[in-house]
Each structure stands twice: as structure tokens, then as C-alpha cells.
């Protein structure tokens, strides 16, 4: 229970951190405009507050995932992380206000059955 309780935590902060990145990065434009011939153009992207604070929920879920993993199975644990794609998918459409067509949600429906599928599995950690 204490696994999947922490990386529900941590895959929020990792959904939470792309929707920030992905506010951030819109404002910042097309990073595909400035070419080969200036890559530095890029690092612009890091005076836009929402890409920090991207970043910081992005570590947020980093630490936490890697503390889940001190203790549970990757064989448990990491299939756990597709959460974050149910949570991207809600934030998405209500914070970000994008379209999510039925197809989406149908794969979100088939994410969150393979995540319930995987959570009752109550090993969790396997012993020597």
C-alpha cells in the first residue's frame, strides 16, 4: 500500500510537471525555429517561471519515485507510473483546456485497467 500510495503521489507531481512544462514551452515558442546553427537559442526556455516550476515537480517525482524504489520491485513499481498518463489526460483537458477526443480517453480507460490490474498484486517486493 505504501508503494502505491507514493508513486500516486510522485506520478501527480510528474503530470503536474509536464502540464507546467508544457505552459511554459508554449510560451516560449517553437524551439524547432531556431535550427542548427543556434542550439544556445534554447536555454531561453529557462527564464519562463512555469518551465522551473515544471522542473521542480519534475524532481519532485524523481525523488519519489527513486525512494519507491528503495523498497518495491521495478517489476511493481514502474508499471505504476502509467498513472501519470490518467493524470496528464485530466489535467490536460481541465486545466489546460485541451480537446480530448474519445479515442484518448479510451486509452486512458485502458491504462487505468492495467494499473488495477498490477496494484493487486500485494507482494510488492520480493524477497531473498
Excluded: H
Aim: glycine content about 10%.
Amino acid at each position: 500500500m505504501r508503494t502505491l500510495l507514493v508513486i500516486a503521489i510522485a506520478t501527480f507531481c510528474a503530470a503536474s510537471g509536464d502540464a507546467f512544462l508544457s505552459k511554459g514551452m508554449k510560451q516560449f515558442g517553437d524551439v524547432s525555429a531556431f535550427g542548427l546553427s543556434e542550439p544556445w537559442k534554447i536555454l531561453g526556455m529557462f527564464r519562463n517561471p512555469w518551465v522551473w516550476i515544471g522542473v521542480s515537480f519534475a524532481a519532485g517525482y524523481f525523488f519519489l519515485y527513486t525512494s519507491a524504489l528503495s523498497w518495491s520491485d521495478l517489476s511493481y513499481a514502474q508499471p505504476l507510473t502509467a498513472m501519470s498518463y490518467i493524470y496528464a489526460t485530466l489535467i490536460a483537458r481541465y486545466a489546460l483546456g485541451e480537446k480530448v477526443g474519445p479515442m484518448r480517453w479510451l486509452g486512458v480507460l485502458a491504462i487505468v485497467a492495467g494499473v488495477v490490474l498490477i496494484s493487486q498484486d500485494k507482494r510488492g517486493l520480493t524477497q531473498p
